[in-house]
């Protein structure tokens, strides 16, 4: 975490925290290789089985209190995206929520000491972020068919300026995947090297560390809340998009 080199100059490393490693020895990382990365991913998906799978089986009339975790995620979610993307956007409903209880948990997880966070990858975030984009297009198209590009022309605007804003509007259309996907890594990979600065100076101070551990405390705090608001984010996003595929004439 920190170190003493020869030179007498304190060496922190925050972004060690973030290397791909194979599970079962050796450096080569082939695409079948079992990594940390697919190991915490994998632990995301058996704690979501867990709430929503698990412990709704008994579906009590009076819940146990992990039903009723699991009913309100789930009457969060659903009313999310029945305001955003509208009742037509309800059969798509299982995939949002699918997005957005994965995101919350691996971001969770990354929370605990000792893991690794997934979701501060970009290849991991890019992936469902493509995923999402490419969905809401293909939709969009056969759904509309030409008609999707109106999602493009801005009738309202001044006809002299169309051209400029559907030339904007293209180029933020396919931006939407990079915002989508970096927002996400690039909030989760910064919380968790500003705690792992701080717990660096922290080893090193020792018996000192009061104001390194009270800021360690006050950061994993707010990486708690960006935890949830990230997954939130990524998840209210796609149901924009998803409203801007049924409905690319509003």
């Known amino acids: 975490m920190a170190s003493e080199e020869a030179t007498g100059g304190l060496q922190i490393h925050p972004m060690d ?20 990365v697919t190991l915490w991913m994998a632990l995301a998906v058996l704690c ?5 799978v698990i412990g709704t089986r008994g579906r009590a009339i009076v819940p146990s209190r992990v039903q009723s975790v699991a009913e309100l995620a789930y009457g969060f979610v659903y009313k999310m995206v029945e305001d955003v993307a509208g009742k037509d956007g309800l059969k798509y409903f299982p995939y949002i929520m699918t997005l957005f ?11 605990v000491p000792m893991s690794f966070t997934t979701t501060s990858h970009i290849a991991v975030t890019a992936t469902m972020a493509l995923a999402v984009f490419f969905a809401v297009t293909i939709l969009g198209i056969v759904k ?34 990079v915002s ?9 990979m910064a919380g968790h090297a500003v705690i792992k600065v701080f717990a ?11 104001f390194p551990l009270a800021a360690i405390t006050a ?9 949830f608001i990230q997954a939130y984010v990524f998840a209210i996003l796609t149901c924009v998009y998803l ?3 049924l409905h690319p004439h509003h």
């Open 144 to 177: 509309h068919g030409v008609g999707f590009l109106s999602l493009f022309w801005i009738s309202s605007a001044p006809l002299v300026l169309r051209p400029i804003l559907a030339i904007i509007e293209v180029i933020s259309y396919f931006v939407r995947p």
């Open 17 to 36: 925290q973030f290397i791909v490693k194979p599970l079962f020895g050796g450096d080569t990382i082939h695409w079948y290789t079992p990594t940390n």
């Open 180 to 188: 989508h996907s970096i927002r996400l890594a690039g909030n989760m």
């Open 219 to 227: 950061v994993y705090a707010l990486e708690t809340l960006v935890s």
């Open 243 to 245: 409203r801007d595929a």
């Open 200 to 210: 660096g100076f922290a080893g090193v101070l020792g018996v000192g560390a009061i």
């Open 101 to 111: 209880m994965f995101i919350l948990f691996a971001n969770f997880l990354g929370l």
């Open 48 to 52: 979501v089985v867990l709430l929503l």
